[in-house]
């Protein structure tokens, strides 16, 4: 199961609806906050899709569970733009795969569940931004952390967090999932 901020029921409802009904409820969420939009209809994915690409949110996917079609969407935040990179150590996608090719790596991906869900670096560690103080013990101080979201911005403040614990090798991993065209997977 695939965590949401909020759930819209849009099931049995035909185009347009399914966007109106979404509009409204993406207008009172939170930047940064995923919202599931359950539907029937199949014309759904591809208006979903494109309505939030048109926007500026961030379409994660779909998942069919029988007739039911759930769609997640992530709300755009400020930090979906380009922002002043703070953390001083950081690594470029390229230099990210090489160093994931060469064998063992600490990578922590600090994006919504939802995010990581549909899409991910293989062998990332899921610790959403908002979870990191509290599952700082399952990371190791010594250990050289990378840190990566979806445009390098929320890895910047967890990379700033991790360093202000006492994790001495931290890099950000700059511009992020947004821009990687290395390998990925699925969890969902």
Not at 6 to 32: Q, S, Y
Not at 93 to 106: F, H, M, R, T
Not at 127 to 135: A, F, K, S, V, Y
Request: hydrophobic share 35%; charged share 30%.
């Amino acid at each position: 199961m695939i965590k949401a901020n909020e759930v819209l029921d849009a099931k049995g409802l035909a185009c347009p609806m399914p966007i109106v009904k979404t509009k409204k409820v993406m207008g009172d969420l939170e930047p940064g906050h995923v919202l599931e939009i359950q539907a029937t209809d199949k014309g759904s994915t591809a208006d979903l899709k494109a309505w939030a690409e048109r926007i500026g949110h961030q379409y994660l996917g779909t998942v069919e569970e029988g007739d039911v079609l759930k769609h997640y969407v992530r709300k755009a935040g400020s930090d979906d733009g380009e922002q002043e990179t703070k953390h001083p150590h950081v690594i470029n996608n390229d230099d990210l795969a090489s160093k994931a090719e060469e064998g063992s790596l600490v990578l922590v991906d600090v994006r919504e569940e939802a995010e990581y869900r549909f899409n991910h670096i293989p062998g990332a560690v899921s610790i959403p931004l908002g979870e990191l103080d509290t599952r700082l013990g399952e990371l190791n101080k010594d250990d050289e952390i990378h840190v990566v979201c979806r445009t390098g911005n929320r890895s910047d403040l967890a990379a700033q967090k991790l360093t202000e614990k006492g994790f001495t090798n931290v890099i950000n991993v700059v511009p992020g999932m947004s821009e990687w065209s290395g390998k990925t997977e699925k969890s969902v």
